[in-house]
């Protein structure tokens, strides 16, 4: 699989971790369901911690590719939901840590980020979905 960021320069530049687009050629993709913060158990970790869900939450889509023989390089495109504007701080801090061992060479996916009422898990602060092309 071969994906290509796409940044062009008639639109602003990203404001953080992400590309404009992502361009893969046409094969199979894998859509993984949003992930909270929940450990293999169930349990989810770090009640009222949102670092500590994004963490879980980009772990979980992780194991999620890998169990397809895939990695993150594989994916196009994220979609994340914060229950609070006062998360985004951590939400990008907590990614900018993420990323730089997940894409060292910058070559971010896209990423849609909304802030909801709240998510299914009454404690949950973030859900990140993703779709990838393998």
């Known amino acids: ?17 992400y590309s404009q ?3 893969v050629k046409a094969g199979e993709l894998l859509f993984v369901a949003g992930q909270l913060g929940l450990d293999a158990r169930g349990t989810l970790l770090g009640k009222g911690d949102a670092a500590a869900q994004i963490r879980q939450a980009f772990e979980n889509i992780g194991q999620i590719l890998g169990s397809q023989g895939a990695t993150c390089s594989n994916v196009v495109e994220f979609t994340t939901y914060l229950t609070s504007a006062d998360n985004i701080p951590v939400f ?3 990614r900018k840590e993420l990323f730089a061992t997940l894409y060292p060479k910058g070559d971010y996916p896209p990423n ?3 802030v909801i009422s709240r998510l299914v898990h009454p404690d949950a ?3 990140i979905s993703a779709i990838a092309a393998l």
């Open 125 to 127: 602060l973030v859900e």
């Open 1 to 17: 699989m071969e994906r290509k960021t796409i940044n062009p320069k008639q639109v602003c530049p990203p404001v953080g971790l």
């Open 112 to 114: 849609t980020l909304l």
């Open 21 to 23: 687009a992502s361009r």
């Open 92 to 94: 990008m801090a907590t």
